[in-house]
């Protein structure tokens, strides 16, 4: 594990974002001895698809119905 001064983060972020997605864990300390460590996000493994999930999700003819709960608070 590396450790790095916030200073030397702010200098050579592209290089500790490199080591990062290389697997080298790289962890920036500030003065305080706060630390956070740079991790790589993974993308999903294919593009999202608008209309993927048509007829997945139904609704009853009721759906926008109001409420017997709230009938004292519509008064």
């Known amino acids: 594990m590396e450790?790095?001064?916030l200073?030397?983060?702010?200098?050579?972020?592209?290089?500790?974002i490199a080591e990062a997605l290389?697997?080298?864990m790289v962890?920036?300390?500030d003065e305080e001895e706060q630390a956070v460590q740079l991790v790589p996000v993974r993308?999903?493994?294919?593009?999202?698809?608008?209309?993927?999930?048509?007829?997945?999700?139904?609704?009853?003819?009721?759906f926008d119905a109001p409420l017997a709960d709230f009938d004292e608070y519509a008064a």
Not at 46 to 60: D, F, H, N, Y
């Open 7 to 16: 200073q030397d983060a702010q200098e050579h972020l592209r290089k500790l």
């Open 43 to 62: 993308g999903t493994s294919k593009p999202r698809k608008a209309g993927s999930a048509r007829g997945l999700v139904t609704m009853t003819a009721d």
């Open 27 to 29: 962890v920036i300390m």
């Open 22 to 24: 290389h697997g080298k």
């Open 3 to 5: 450790r790095y001064s």
